[in-house]
């Protein structure tokens, strides 16, 4: 990663990204998944391959942040059975950051975030379960849990975009909304956090995006407070409609650009 290009940034890119921050942080505490907008905004104003290593070290930020928040809800027995599963698709999608150039990552993430807004609009749709998630765990179960685990590893790995795979995932599992907010935090936090090793290996984390992370970071508080505050009075649906509708077009400037 070419880092001096971090420090071209000018005073309107830099306010995209605090905003794309603050953004991260709302997302981890009110709606799960919003931050493919983040994703969108670090993706345009940074090189695509340098903009997912800044983007990681502020996703951990607001990960920890919501594990503060909903560390009471979390369901760890659908943990342990995703875990396995998001560690293939990690390092599959650190095999792909070494094979692709810039414009193969950047073409990527727009086609994920195409892919992440459909995700989005069928989860909608279908996510109609009340209970919390059964005890019992089928055949078919597993084999779900596996199938979502890959391509949200992946898919985390390659463009920080597996918060609206998961989000189907729990949603089809039952989960309600403390339920679904507890279980997603912690697990963020950990996927996160074993991408770091894979990242700086990489060269995508370095000294340089470390400070310019430091900047962004304290947009994230607010952003996560702001959400601690909405997430019981928030239009939901609206909201999600909003963020369907900026994912879109992020990734279409993204393919287009």
């Known amino acids: 990663m070419n880092t001096m290009t971090l420090w071209h940034i000018t005073g309107w890119e830099f306010a ?9 942080g709302f997302s981890k505490t009110a709606v799960s998944g919003a931050n493919t907008v983040s994703l969108a905004i670090f993706a345009a104003v940074l090189p695509a391959r340098a903009s997912t ?21 979390a369901h760890w027995p659908t943990l342990w059975r995703l875990f396995p599963a998001v560690a293939v698709g990690v390092v ?13 990552v950047r073409t990527s ?9 459909a995700v989005t609009v069928w989860r909608r749709r279908a996510a109609d379960a009340e209970e919390e998630p059964d005890a019992v765990v089928t055949r078919a179960g597993r ?11 992946f898919t985390t790995m390659v463009a920080n975009a597996g918060g609206p795979v998961m989000s189907m995932y729990l949603l089809s599992a039952g989960f309600r909304k403390l339920g679904f907010l507890g ?24 000294g340089h ?20 505050w909405a997430v019981n009075r928030i239009n939901q649906r609206l909201f999600e ?17």
Not at 143 to 153: N, P, Q, T
Request: aromatic content about 8%; overall charge neutral.
């Open 143 to 153: 084999i779900k849990a596996r199938s979502y685990g890959v391509l949200g590893g």
């Open 241 to 257: 409609q909003l963020v369907i509708a900026a994912t879109v077009l992020g990734g279409l400037q993204l393919l287009l650009r």
């Open 209 to 228: 995006s470390l400070l310019l992370d430091a900047a962004l970071v304290a947009f994230v508080v607010p952003g996560a407070f702001l959400g601690k």
């Open 16 to 24: 995209a990204l605090a905003f794309a921050a603050l953004l991260v």
């Open 92 to 104: 599959v999608g650190t095999l792909f950051l070494i094979w692709a150039d810039d414009e193969i």
């Open 183 to 206: 279980t997603s935090a912690f697990f963020f936090l950990i996927v996160n956090v074993s991408k770091v090793p894979f990242s700086a290996g990489l060269g995508l984390i370095d």
């Open 53 to 73: 290593g800044v983007l990681l070290p502020v996703l951990i930020a607001g990960d920890v942040l919501a594990v503060l928040t909903y560390r009471r809800h």
């Open 109 to 117: 993430i727009g086609a994920i975030l195409l892919l992440m807004a």
